[in-house]
């Protein structure tokens, strides 16, 4: 069982040492951050404001490859360091709940989705992928309340993109499971 405050140190470097990217890796030195239950701690040396969105830009690029190469676990890595260079950042924070859904930690992706959606209200995507992300859940544990939270999240996300089939696909397969 894990401690309440598990801390998992992630280091950049590993998300940025193969330079597949074809974009310069900034110079200065790699950045620890720690992940805890409450959120990410950034330990970084202080950076610029250019330098903060160069190592986003490249950490977001980083993150985007290891995911095309269903590397999620180093995916997951780099979009730690893009959202600690820029929190505010949806699409990472959006791409970092997904690598945690893939990874097999369905609740962390539940939290980040619901902070993406607690922004842009509106985004279809994220409300598919919460929905995945309850129906998880409700194979974990069962509890049919996790598969009516599914089944509303994939609602929600059609009303707002009617044109989304694997949603409506997720809809039919939830509706004929018997709890």
């Not at 900034?26 to 190592?55: H, M, N």
């Not at 089939?165 to 939830?174: F, G, I, K, S, T």
């Given at each position: 069982m894990k401690s309440a405050v598990s801390k998992i140190a992630i280091s950049a470097a590993v998300a940025?040492?193969?330079?597949?990217?074809?974009?310069?890796?900034?110079?200065?030195?790699?950045?620890?951050?720690?992940?805890?239950?409450?959120?990410?701690?950034?330990?970084?040396?202080?950076?610029?404001?250019?330098?903060?969105?160069?190592?986003f830009e490249y950490a977001f690029k980083a993150g985007l490859h290891w995911v095309e190469q269903k590397q999620y676990g180093v995916a997951l890595g780099a979009f730690e360091e893009a959202v600690a260079m820029n929190p505010e950042s949806t699409d990472a924070i959006f791409n970092l709940g997904a690598c945690y859904e893939q990874v097999g930690e369905p609740l962390r992706a539940i939290q980040l989705y619901r902070q993406v959606l607690?922004?842009?209200?509106?985004?279809?995507?994220?409300?598919?992928?919460?929905?995945?992300?309850?129906?998880?859940?409700?194979?974990?544990?069962?509890?049919?309340?996790?598969?009516?939270?599914?089944?509303?999240?994939?609602?929600?996300?059609?009303?707002?993109?009617?044109?989304?089939?694997?949603?409506?696909?997720?809809?039919?397969?939830?509706?004929?499971?018997?709890?």
């Open positions: 940025f040492s193969t330079g597949l990217l074809g974009c310069a890796q900034p110079k200065s030195e790699p950045v620890k951050t720690y992940v805890t239950r409450e959120g990410v701690i950034d330990e970084s040396p202080a950076l610029t404001p250019a330098g903060r969105a160069q190592r607690s922004v842009t209200p509106n985004d279809p995507s994220c409300y598919a992928n919460l929905g995945t992300s309850y129906i998880k859940m409700y194979h974990l544990e069962r509890s049919p309340t996790w598969r009516r939270m599914a089944i509303d999240a994939w609602n929600i996300s059609l009303r707002i993109d009617g044109e989304q089939p694997d949603v409506r696909r997720y809809l039919a397969q939830a509706d004929s499971i018997v709890d």
